[in-house]
């Protein structure tokens, strides 16, 4: 009987000692309908809609925009990204998915996973991509994104776009 009581008060240690451990480990906590969750749902309509000047309203004035390993400033981003809407059409974030994640070290980041489809205006040709975003949060600004989708699409249309008005 001693045995039997031993081995459950070791089992109970043990199993409290793991659900600590669990939660020191923790990264945080992760938010789908809360405000910057929210905000960049608003700020990718905007996108969507062919006009992204919204997001000075949220971009700290010195934020850096990555596109993959290109890096732009906020004037420099914002035009890129209303760029799209004279090479294609139909933009569209297929299976969009955004939620923001409450980190444990403090930092907040929204995520914005989609497949990105377009139709170019130039080659008539149609894309579909995945597509990642990251918006890193600095109180109630965000004061880096970073993008990553394949960009041979927007390159080809480009050169096209750039080609046919020389």
């Known amino acids: 009987m001693k045995k039997a ?3 459950f008060i070791t089992f109970i240690f043990l199993s409290c000692s ?3 451990e669990q939660k020191e480990t923790s ?3 992760i938010k789908n309908e809360d405000e910057k969750s929210k905000v960049i749902e608003k700020l990718a309509d905007s996108y969507l809609a062919g006009n ?3 997001a000075r309203d949220y971009f700290t004035p010195e934020s850096q925009h990555f596109f993959n390993d290109l890096v732009y400033d906020v004037d420099g981003i914002i035009e890129g990204y209303n760029f799209h809407s004279v090479l294609f ?3 569209k974030h297929n299976d969009r998915k955004i939620y923001t994640g409450y980190m444990s ?3 907040t980041q929204t995520f914005h996973d989609f497949i990105w489809f377009a139709k170019s205006k130039l ?3 149609e894309y579909f991509y995945p597509c990642h975003c990251r ?3 600095e109180g109630d600004k965000i004061n880096k994104t970073s993008c990553y989708v394949d960009p041979a699409a927007i390159f080809a249309e480009a050169a096209l776009y750039q080609e046919q008005n020389q």
Request: glycine content about 12%.
């Open 5 to 7: 009581i031993y081995f």
């Open 18 to 20: 793991q659900i600590s």
């Open 27 to 29: 990264y945080g906590i």
């Open 52 to 54: 992204f000047e919204i």
């Open 89 to 91: 059409d139909e933009i």
């Open 105 to 107: 070290d403090g930092k």
């Open 123 to 125: 080659s008539g040709e």
């Open 135 to 137: 918006w890193q949060w």
